[in-house]
């Protein structure tokens, strides 16, 4: 099974306009609607057959509502599951939501705890939306507590195209909080740092933090008649980049990810299978190692 560890998805009433908004925001083309249903049906199309879904508070006071959000989708999701087996129905694509973390909320520790509680796998934190540097001692006390739950948390890493004069998230960052907190299941986006992916394997391989490989991969799409982003701007990891930076981690330590919608699944994919890899390691990036990460067979 193919897994896509890192996906976006919005309430229907709001998903156009906040796609709208972060497309103009980072001058990036999108690739689907932003809606749950939106993202399953370009899942079935990509043949994926589950899909990670990593909400971001913006504010404390929006945590609790999303996670909220999120716990209730996981349980309509469930209930659709278990329809969709009982017809065998052979295009199922499953969607499974994070919850999130705010670094400035009160009462983050319950929160946590509720989260673990409910079943939620792990947590989404975006440092750029919260206005401050990964390793500070806010961020540090929520991913401990999260580490000490046994939660899965996945960060942006790198530079935003959002934010393009902000360093909130570098990789040194992110080996300094695993050298603090130690190992624990941490997921480092888009191949461990953004446009920082010179420093990766040095900096992080031997932490034993995870990378994703959403928005990484081959080609930034600018906005159709945006021209903010220079050809060289758009340029991401090439398949030989790629392959260096994925043999520098141990096993099972890179996830698929498309960060749907903002790049196409089936050419995500395809890339994956034309890295020069072997087809073990095309499988355990594709799925295999994000399923036990998940703990899917339990």
């Not at 690739?31 to 079935?44: E, I, P």
């Not at 930076?245 to 089936?266: C, K, N, Q, R, Y």
Request: hydrophobic content about 35%; aromatic content about 8%.
């Amino acid at each position: 099974m193919i897994i896509d560890f890192h996906t976006h998805t919005f309430p229907d009433d709001v998903a156009r306009k906040a796609v709208q908004k972060l497309s103009k925001l980072s001058h990036t083309a999108p690739f689907s609607d932003g809606t749950v249903s939106g993202l399953r049906k370009n899942a079935q199309q990509a043949g994926i057959g589950l899909s990670v879904v990593l909400p971001v508070a913006t504010s404390p006071e929006h945590v609790i509502h999303i996670n909220n959000y999120a716990i209730e989708q996981n349980r309509r999701e469930k209930e659709r599951k278990e329809r969709c087996r009982k017809t065998e129905d052979p295009e199922y694509s499953e969607v499974l939501s994070f919850g999130t973390m705010h670094p400035e909320m009160e009462g983050y520790r319950e929160e946590l705890a509720r989260i673990k509680e409910a079943g939620l796998k792990g947590i989404k934190i975006h440092p750029y939306y919260h206005g401050g540097d990964l390793n500070n001692v806010r961020n540090l006390r929520v991913l401990d507590r999260a580490a000490e739950l046994g939660l899965i948390v996945v960060t942006h890493a790198g530079f935003d195209v959002g934010f393009p004069d902000a360093h909130f998230c570098t990789v040194p960052m992110l080996r300094e909080v695993m050298l603090t907190i130690g190992k624990f299941s941490f997921v480092a986006a888009h191949m461990g740092g953004w446009k920082e992916w010179d420093q990766v394997p040095d900096l992080l391989a031997d932490t034993g933090i995870y990378l994703d490989t959403s928005f990484s991969t081959g080609e930034m799409i600018p906005r159709e008649g945006d021209e903010y982003w220079k050809p060289e701007d758009c340029r991401m990891l090439n398949g030989k980049k790629f392959a260096e930076i994925v043999h520098a981690f141990p096993e099972g330590h890179i996830l698929f990810g498309t960060d749907s919608p903002w790049t196409d699944a089936e050419k995500s994919i395809a890339f994956i299978r034309s890295a020069p890899l072997s087809g073990e390691k095309k499988q355990e990036i594709l799925g295999d190692a994000a399923a036990r990460l998940l703990c899917l067979s339990e």
